[in-house]
């Protein structure tokens, strides 16, 4: 099956249930790792910077193939590639779990991200060919339910297997998930691809976005740590944008490019992108500092900050279902753009964070921002997918999955380096006053951005000033926390004047079909 044609509706439902399951073991494998990794530094008596690339390696590699995997979607059958996606992430987890070492850890990590490559835009593309009209709206928002919920519940579910089974466990529970994932879509859900694609493979077009995509994920991984002015993390940011003109120039000069120029020429995909992108941006920026500030400032360990962090889930979830009605009612721009004031709201709410703040206010402040994710996620799936030409279908996921991983990225990179830029001054001049030098403050800075490592590096300080010094960097972390978020807000309302000027209006529209 190739066109739209929708499957019996229990079929398509029980279809959905696998693609989700597909999606959702992905973005909890995005998730997981992340609060098992000081376990895995003592097992393995390795380096906690090491460690981290291992966590990282699953994103590099899916954010520079998705778009290639969605391209070859569209030639070769969303279908198909969401199946070899799923067996090759299964064995790849396998790889994982037996891993006797760092590299193989690495290794099996990175490969992992290579099936989720080919799953995510999969996933995405196989919904308009079973649901159209409210339907597809219901399912697209199911969607997200999963990507977001994968994405809040990983570090409690992380936190709690390697509390229980062992690390090793956050690999192989893919291996049975992965498995109803197969059994389902192979069974129920139909082959789609745009029949009239050609099957010539633009390798120039692959292989500069690869690169070019990879060069930017690295360098803001490893900006942090190496330091944005060092000549790896420069020459990374320069090689991306030489590779990003050079895979434009390629795919306005090929007979059959990798992305089909022609999609950007669409205002309303255009402007679900950039909605697409400064919410990622935005939620991985909160969700990064916030669990930092939560660890380092009160006290929690990672699995307590990872439940704190689920206000934003329940708003999420609340307003999903009013999304979609919404856009079925008026058109996605509306909701789009009411939902990034929202999380503008609750972003700029974040800002009012103080070191004794009750906890209830850092949580209905993640709901509100919940609420503007949870509006504004089905219309920008669906407009993003849903509503491209089918020929486009498997390269438009491809770029939008593309673009939540760059958005990711991006967030945690500015959102760390503004808190740390806000805070350094004030906490630098309390530690100088207290007569440390330079060696120490820099212990401290360190441990700024490695929750794992901050009450060490306290503990190293000369007795006389420990107290001082930690009260000032809680104090001078907190202000540098909350500028931050004030930062990302203020970022969110002038996205949300793009958005408006970008998407253009909708004309009338008659109710969609059920």
Partial sequence: MTGSTEAPTSRRWLSLAGICTGAGIVWLAFADLGVAIPTIADEMDADMSALQWANNAFSLVTGALVIAAGRFGDIFGRRRMLLAGVVLFAAFSV??????????????????????????????????????????????????????????????????????????????????????????????????????????????????????????????????????????????????????????????????????????????????????????????????????????????????????????????????????????????????????????????????????????????ALVVVGLGLGLLSTPISATAVGDVPPDLDGAAAGVFKMSSMVGGAVGVAVVSALGRGLSARDWHAAAAAQGLGETDIASVQAALVNSSSFQDAVASLPQSARQQVTDAVVEAFTTGVGGAMVAVGVLSLVVTVVVLLVWPRPRARRPAAP
Avoid at 322 to 336: E, I, K, M, T
């Fill in 95 to 364: 790889v994982g779990a037996l891993a006797p070492g760092i590299p193989a850890l690495i290794a099996g990590r990175g490969l992992m991200g290579v099936g989720a490559a080919l799953i995510l835009p999969a996933t995405l593309a196989l919904i308009p060919p079973q649901f159209s009209g409210r339907a597809q709206l219901t399912a697209f928002g199911v969607w997200q339910a999963v990507a977001w919920g994968g994405q809040a519940v990983g570090p409690a579910i992380g936190g709690a297997v390697t509390d229980g089974l062992g690390w090793r466990w956050l690999f192989w529970l893919n291996i049975p998930l992965a498995a109803v994932a197969y059994l389902v879509v192979r069974g129920v859900t139909p082959e789609s691809k745009d029949p009239g694609a050609s099957r010539r493979i633009d390798w120039p077009g692959l292989v500069t976005i690869g690169l070019a995509v990879f060069a930017l994920l690295y360098a803001l991984t490893a900006g942090p740590s190496a330091g944005w002015g060092s000549p790896l993390v420069v020459g990374m940011l320069a090689g991306a944008v030489l590779l990003a003109g050079a895979w434009f120039l390629v795919e306005s000069r090929t007979r059959d490019p990798l992305v089909d120029l022609r999609l950007f020429r669409l205002r309303p995909y255009d402007g679900a992108l950039t909605a697409n992108l400064t919410m990622n941006l935005a939620f991985a920026g909160l969700s990064y500092i916030l669990v930092l500030w939560l660890q380092n400032v009160r006290g929690y360990d990672a699995v307590e900050a990872g439940m704190l962090m689920l206000p934003s889930t329940l708003g999420i979830f609340l307003l999903i279902p009013l999304g979609g009605r919404l856009n079925a009612r008026v058109g996605a721009r509306l909701p789009v753009v009411v939902g990034l004031v929202v999380m503008s709201a609750g972003l700029l709410a974040l800002g009012a964070i103080a070191t004794d703040s009750p906890l209830w206010q850092m949580g209905a």
